[in-house]
């Protein structure tokens, strides 16, 4: 595939000419360009704080990757030339294609076909250590008609940038939540991947609390007919924190069913969120169903949410597709509402966050992530003094 054309964007960057189905992809970093943080897909991050991962920094540690899976799941270590690595999806900025040049070996985890596993499967990835770089590679598969739920748990210090598959069969269910509560120099940059199966359900959840720049981009494409897709998240920026989230769901079949719900709260000067949230309806996609939504509460002065929602249809044989998106203070008449019950206004304050986040914490199946993120929240509220 050959490089699109571009041309100036009004605000100065330099974007595609083409639409979201014609963008460049390749497992080859030299076929990017260094960018320079004036392209629309860099124009919200911070370059100069990345360490170098998007000019070609060498790796100069290693992230450690500890597994715990039921018996209905394997866990196999492989190497770069294991033919089912790349089957979720092919790189489409320079820092993918640079972790997928740059990694030595994979994590590959099975959930083997009608299994139904029996204990959600935890990945932990520990960083490499403050000042250095690492690049890492994790395929999760679900066989035709397994079922299973799977946590990804970051933590730790270092620079990391990775690429992760989900690969759905037919008629598979697999639930997905990553964890990106790392330590506050750590800067991680993933990718993340999913190519799903005819009539299979993908839920996708990213939990994002921790980091000095954390920016995760998770894609969904089908494979066939008949499935489900549900990507949520939600972050938490302090001050100086920089979190960037950019979802695409590419429906390219028919009568596929995409939602997409994120939603962040803010404090500290200098806090910053940015959500991109790409769909994109080809025109073979007839009966297609979507919605995408970003919602962001902004908790003091001084912190900024960017968020961009984009919907490009070309078919119009389709049941159903819209976006939202809202970024403001704390409603006025909630705590009007609240405070003219008795209720301090601190405690008013905490109750209209939790209620903020409240669908999107009790959508995560595993009850011992709800309450960790549960309690994450009200630290950081605690901190503000909200």
């Known amino acids: 595939m050959t490089a699109s054309v571009q041309k100036p964007h009004s605000h100065g960057a330099v974007v595609p000419e083409s639409s ?225 989230h950019r979802t695409f769901v590419d429906h390219n079949q028919e009568n596929c069913t995409s939602n997409v719900t994120y939603k962040g709260a803010l404090q500290g000067e200098g806090a910053h969120t940015v959500w991109i949230g790409d769909v994109l309806i080809r025109a073979v996609a007839e009966g297609t169903q979507t919605y995408e939504l970003n919602r962001n509460l902004l908790l003091t002065d001084g912190c900024r949410a960017d968020s961009v929602p984009n919907l490009e249809i070309e078919t119009g044989e389709i049941v159903s597709a819209g976006h939202a998106s809202a970024t403001g203070r704390f409603d006025d008449e909630q705590l009007f509402y609240l405070q003219a019950r008795g209720i301090p206004e601190g405690q008013a304050r905490r109750l209209v966050v939790r209620g903020f986040f409240h669908e999107l914490i009790h959508k995560i199946a595993v009850p011992e992530v709800r309450e960790r993120l549960e309690a994450a929240i009200e630290a950081e509220l605690e901190a503000v003094g909200a």
Not at 62 to 80: K, L, N, Q, W, Y
Not at 131 to 146: D, M, N, P, S, W
Not at 226 to 235: I, M, P
């Open 20 to 244: 979201r189905a014609e963008w460049f992809t390749s497992y080859d970093v030299n076929a990017f360009e260094v960018p320079t943080g004036r392209e629309e897909i860099w124009r919200f991050t911070p370059m100069k704080r990345l360490a170098g991962l998007h000019t070609g920094t060498a790796a100069t540690g290693s992230a450690v990757i500890e597994v715990d899976t039921p018996a209905e799941v394997t866990h196999e270590t492989v190497g770069r030339d294991d033919a089912r690595l790349g089957a979720g999806g092919v790189p489409a900025d320079r820092i993918a294609a640079q972790a997928y040049s740059s990694f030595t070996e994979a994590t590959v985890l099975t959930v083997t076909k009608e299994a139904v596993a029996s204990a959600p499967v935890s990945v932990t990835i520990t960083g490499p250590g403050a000042g250095q770089v690492a690049y890492g590679h994790l395929q999760i598969r679900a066989e035709q008609f397994a079922e299973a739920t799977v946590v990804l748990d970051h933590r730790g210090s270092g620079v990391y940038a990775d690429n992760v598959e989900f690969v759905l069969a037919d008629g598979a269910k697999l639930a997905v939540v990553s964890i990106q509560d790392w330590a506050d120099d750590a800067v991680h940059v993933s990718a993340h991947h999913a190519q799903i199966g005819r009539d299979a359900v993908f839920k996708h959840t990213v939990v994002t609390l921790g980091g000095d720049v954390v920016r995760v981009s998770p894609t969904a494409k089908f494979a066939d007919k008949g499935a489900e897709v549900d990507l949520s998240g939600v972050y938490f920026a302090d001050a100086g924190q920089h979190f960037e």
